[in-house]
């Protein structure tokens, strides 16, 4: 059974930082993987998707890598803001089913 | 275009009610996802839908969750006899086929 977890569950920085979140999971045989943000009480808002055969993803200030392999997958968020402030939440769809299992999620807190 | 969207956003009941909570998908797409969310937790598969097929129903915790599509579009999760433990946010998301899942705002639900 896939397992995924995050690390930190939790982390406050000062505006203007740069830094990295964590995601592994247990099963390597997966189809994709997926980042998501959620605000308090909102639904889920899709970051970046990225393919079992990619390595990495881009999408402005947030950069997102695989490493199949060693089951890991890391989100990088450069030049941190208050606005960025969420849950991140890691997602992995296996090969041999259509939903996602979710890890606990990182609480990112920017402070002005 | 328009987003998932799910209703009511928030229901309290008292136990042993029966709730039936709403989902309409992104027009045209063909999968749907309902996860159930406990409070600092990450989403938990309950069960998925191709069109009106029900292909996969793995996730619903017990013989009290149902959940219909008949036509296709529209999605209900009924949950019977509630009990406290069912206390939850319930997010319905939709894709076309295996690409990026768009998740709803989810349902609260509050089991007294």
């Known amino acids: 059974k896939q397992e995924v977890t995050q690390i930190p569950a939790a982390l406050s920085v000062p505006e203007g930082e740069n830094l990295v979140l964590n995601c592994s999971f247990t099963?390597?045989?997966?189809?994709?993987l997926q980042w998501f943000r959620q605000d308090p009480g909102k639904g889920l808002t899709s970051l970046l998707l990225?393919?079992?055969?990619?390595r990495e993803q881009t999408s402005g200030r947030l950069n997102a890598s695989l490493d199949k392999s060693s089951g890991r997958s890391t989100l990088y968020i450069a030049a941190s803001q208050p606005g960025d402030s969420a849950t991140y939440l890691c997602?992995?769809?296996?090969?041999?089913?259509?939903?996602?299992?979710f890890g606990p999620g990182t609480r990112l807190s920017v402070l002005p | 275009g328009a987003g998932v969207s799910q209703s009511p956003r928030y229901k309290v009941a008292k136990r042993g009610q029966d709730v039936a909570l709403r989902c309409d998908p992104i027009?045209?797409?063909?999968?749907l996802f309902w996860y159930q969310q406990a409070l600092g937790q990450g989403p938990e598969f309950l069960t998925y839908?191709?069109?009106?097929?029900?292909?996969?129903k793995s996730g619903l915790p017990s013989d009290r969750f149902f959940a219909e599509r008949p036509e296709g579009s529209v999605s209900t999760l009924k949950i019977q006899r509630t009990q406290q433990e069912d206390s939850a946010v319930y997010l319905c998301?939709?894709?076309?086929?295996?690409?990026?899942?768009?998740f709803g705002p989810g349902t609260r639900l509050l089991v007294l």
């Open positions: 997602a992995v769809r296996g090969n041999y089913g259509q939903n996602f299992v």
């Open positions: 099963d390597s045989a997966i189809y994709n």
């Open positions: 839908f191709q069109n009106e097929a029900q292909l996969d």
């Open positions: 998301a939709s894709s076309w086929r295996q690409e990026t899942q768009y």
């Open positions: 990225i393919q079992s055969s990619q």
């Open positions: 027009s045209g797409h063909v999968s």
